[in-house]
Each structure stands twice: as C-alpha cells, then as structure tokens.
C-alpha cells in the first residue's frame, strides 16, 4: 500500500501544484481543482482519457461533471490521505486537460494547498 506524503513531500510537490490551480479541501487530507474545459463532449473526452490511466493505476478520483466543469478531488481511501498516487494522478489531470482552464475563483472552492503541508493540520 502507498505510504502517506511525508512533510518534505509534501513541500516538493504540493506547493507547486498550488501555482496551477489545485487547493486544499476542507477538513480532509485531499487535493481538489475544477476544470473547465469548452464543452461537454472535451470535459467527457478528458474524463475518459483519464480513466484509462485509473485503470491502469487502480487508483480512481472522486469527480463530479456537471456540463464543462469537473469538479476533482484527489485522496488515497485505503490511505486515508494523500500519497504520492494522488501526485502521479494529479499531474496525469492536468498533462491530459491541456489548454482547458482552471476555475478563476480557486480560492472560493478550495483552502490553500499549503495548508496539506502543516504536520499540525488534522488528517
Ligand atoms: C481494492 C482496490 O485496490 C482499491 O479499492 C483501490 C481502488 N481505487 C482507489 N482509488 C483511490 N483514490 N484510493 C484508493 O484507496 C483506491 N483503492
């Protein structure tokens, strides 16, 4: 089983990911962003082509589409936190989504993804 980000992963990897629209969800160790691509039929291509790679992986996101918007959250269940699957899923996303965009409100959806790397947080 993947093992929980230690803190200095967490440093390495999460505070970058922050600079291209991921953030913190609340009260949970998990990553979150919502992209939003032209339409539809590229929002469910996108998800598609993503869950190839979950297959392949056997780790899966909890996402939620409503028209062009995908709505993701990234944790490790059998973890009960975020491990470097969450990571290696994270940037598969976001190598696949290409030119779509992010939500502009990130900070209304989520918390600050630097919150995931205080070892005080509750997870
Ligand atoms: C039995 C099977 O390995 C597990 O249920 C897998 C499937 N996909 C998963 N996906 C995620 N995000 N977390 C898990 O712990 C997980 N576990």
Redesign the pocket.
């Known amino acids: 089983m993947a093992d929980i980000l230690t803190p200095e992963e967490r440093r390495e990897h999460l505070i970058p990911m922050g600079e291209v629209g991921w953030g913190a969800v609340s009260g949970r160790d998990a990553i979150r962003k919502v992209y939003i691509f032209r339409d539809f039929v590229e929002a469910w291509g996108w998800m598609s082509r993503v869950a190839i790679w979950c297959e392949k992986w056997?780790?899966?996101?909890e996402w939620l589409n409503v028209y062009r918007t995908v709505d993701v959250t990234?944790?490790?269940?059998?973890?009960d936190g975020l491990t470097n699957?969450?990571i290696k899923l994270a940037k598969k996303m976001d190598a696949l989504a290409g030119a779509s965009t992010a939500a502009s409100h990130q900070s209304d959806l989520s918390e600050p993804i630097a919150c995931l790397c205080n070892p005080d947080a509750p997870r």
């Open positions: 056997n780790h899966h996101p990234l944790t490790t269940h059998d973890a699957l969450d």
